[in-house]
């Protein structure tokens, strides 16, 4: 898009008409990602293996005179991907928009961690939102435009500790196949971008940190927001990402963390200071 060839609405975050595949749209990010992209005028393709949550998913996004087509598919699975895109072809035929989000990982020490246990992680991270990707990029290739934008984590840049090298691995392998795929399609048209979220509260999340009671307030320790990410954080991001607003952003890596990453490991947040300082008034 150019200032000579605007949207015909003249709303750069119109998605009118185009059509959105999303992974893990039963819940959570991908759930959000999806509502967010139907409001802006998009008609979605739901992806999760959890048939109840996409349903529900599918209902809102109808209730707003939007398109949703259902497909419950493993998404580590490069040969179920394929039969999904060819499912997305006879419905729509086109993508305009992947949000490649569904994905699980796997806690284990290092010197625990089975390799076939890494096997299914890598797998699961890197292999299937490889094949989403190819899948959804050959498609887009073919119109000349498209977007996806892939979801790593903190993980894919900084360590965490607690067990999760697998997932860690994985992610950082997703950030440097965003890099790569962005390299060789953006001038085709084809941009690829990756969001890297902190802690979000999900069901996973939510019971760990009721079996660990300090485990929220650790986490907030390095959140300079003072507050764990929800899902409907990612609502607006995905519509930049998938609109024309977002023309000349590609091979990015985009932090949704409350500011974690930009403070340093020694850092104290603001919220931390104002407790300082209160202490310090207190005992003058």
């Keep these: 898009m150019t200032m000579d060839n605007p949207p015909s609405s003249?709303?750069?975050?119109?998605?009118?008409?185009k059509v959105a595949v999303i992974s893990g749209a039963a819940q959570g990010l991908g759930k959000a990602a999806s509502l967010a992209v139907a409001q802006a005028g998009a008609n979605v393709v739901l992806v999760d293996r959890n048939i109840s949550g996409l349903e529900t998913t599918a209902d809102l996004i109808r209730k707003m005179g939007r398109k949703a087509l259902v497909s419950v598919t493993n998404v580590s699975?490069?040969?179920?991907?394929?039969?999904?895109?060819?499912?997305?072809?006879?419905?729509?035929?086109?993508?305009d928009f992947l949000g490649n989000i569904a994905g699980d990982g796997h806690l284990a020490k290092?010197?625990?961690?089975?390799?076939?246990?890494?096997?299914?992680?890598?797998?699961?991270?890197v292999v299937g939102r490889f094949a989403m990707c190819q899948q959804a990029g050959l498609r887009m290739l073919s119109q000349g435009r498209g977007s996806i934008m892939n979801i790593g984590s903190l993980a894919s840049s900084t360590a965490l500790g607690r067990g999760h090298i697998a997932y860690s691995m994985a992610m950082g392998a997703v950030v440097q196949m965003t890099r790569e795929l962005s390299t060789e399609w953006s001038h085709r048209g084809v941009r690829v971008n990756c969001?890297?979220?902190?802690?979000?509260v999900n069901p996973g999340l939510t019971a760990r940190m009721s079996e660990d009671p300090t485990l929220e307030e650790?986490?907030?320790?390095?959140?300079?927001?003072?507050?764990?990410?929800?899902?409907?954080?990612?609502?607006?991001?995905?519509?930049?990402?998938?609109?024309?607003?977002?023309?000349?952003?590609?091979?990015?890596?985009?932090?949704?963390?409350?500011?974690?990453?930009?403070?340093?490991?020694?850092?104290?947040?603001?919220?931390?200071?104002?407790?300082?300082?209160?202490?310090?008034?207190?005992?003058?």
């Design 195 to 200: 969001v890297t979220p902190a802690q979000i």
């Design 218 to 284: 650790r986490f907030l320790h390095g959140i300079p927001a003072h507050r764990l990410g929800q899902p409907n954080d990612i609502m607006g991001l995905a519509v930049l990402l998938a609109s024309d607003s977002s023309s000349w952003i590609t091979g990015a890596i985009i932090p949704l963390d409350g500011g974690n990453m930009a403070m340093n490991a020694g850092g104290t947040p603001g919220h931390e200071q104002r407790s300082i300082q209160n202490f310090h008034a207190k005992t003058k």
């Design 77 to 95: 699975d490069p040969d179920a991907i394929a039969e999904l895109f060819k499912q997305v072809d006879l419905e729509f035929g086109r993508v």
């Design 10 to 17: 003249g709303n750069l975050f119109d998605l009118t008409g």
């Design 110 to 125: 290092p010197e625990e961690l089975t390799i076939a246990d890494l096997h299914s992680v890598l797998q699961n991270l």
